[in-house]
């Protein structure tokens, strides 16, 4: 019996041999791999939100896997960036803290928040593609949020108590 494929339009032997796709309608497996692909795009238009949910699954899925390759990749990036804006190793530009884990990128003239809303979570990985622009510097967690919540820190004002 003689059938047109649906794909190139061809007319071939309809029968089940080897050589020929699984599908009755089309005539050959490059064909049937052209229909089924075309199938799924259009049940990916028709089905938006499962798609949605399938592509996080996957994201989800795929990062629970290289959990640890992002983590390490994250703090040698922050180490990378620490030492730019610092010393090797890096230190307080404050009070001298060396404990990496105390740490912190510090915006000399305030804007942090602005600049969070911008970058997100991947301020390091801005400030690398950015080539480390100016107006930064490495404070500890406590010389930070002194500067940030007092505008001063008292390692400051002992160093300025101290050489007088």
């Known amino acids: 019996m003689k059938k047109t494929c649906i794909v190139c339009k061809k007319t071939f032997e309809s029968g089940r041999d ?10 050959s497996k490059e064909c049937e791999k052209l229909h089924q692909k075309e199938l799924q795009k259009q049940w990916s238009i028709r089905n938006p939100q499962k798609v949605k949910t399938g592509n996080r699954r ?9 959990k640890e390759d992002y983590k390490k990749k994250r703090e040698e990036l ?4 620490l030492i730019h804006y610092s010393n090797n190793p890096p230190t307080c530009t404050c009070c001298g803290e060396s404990h990496i884990e105390f740490l912190e990128i510090d915006h000399i003239h305030g804007g942090g928040t602005k600049q969070r ?3 997100h979570r991947h301020f390091y990985q801005w400030l690398k593609q950015n080539n480390y622009p100016e107006g930064y510097r490495v404070l500890c967690a406590n ?8 505008g001063y820190c008292p390692h400051s004002l002992m160093k300025v108590i101290g050489s007088q």
């Open 78 to 81: 922050r180490l990378e960036t």
């Open 117 to 119: 809303q911008k970058t």
């Open 18 to 27: 080897k050589e020929r796709a699984p599908s009755a309608k089309t005539c």
């Open 143 to 150: 010389c930070n949020k002194s500067f940030g919540q007092y």
């Open 58 to 66: 996957r994201a989800n899925r795929y990062y629970k896997e290289h």
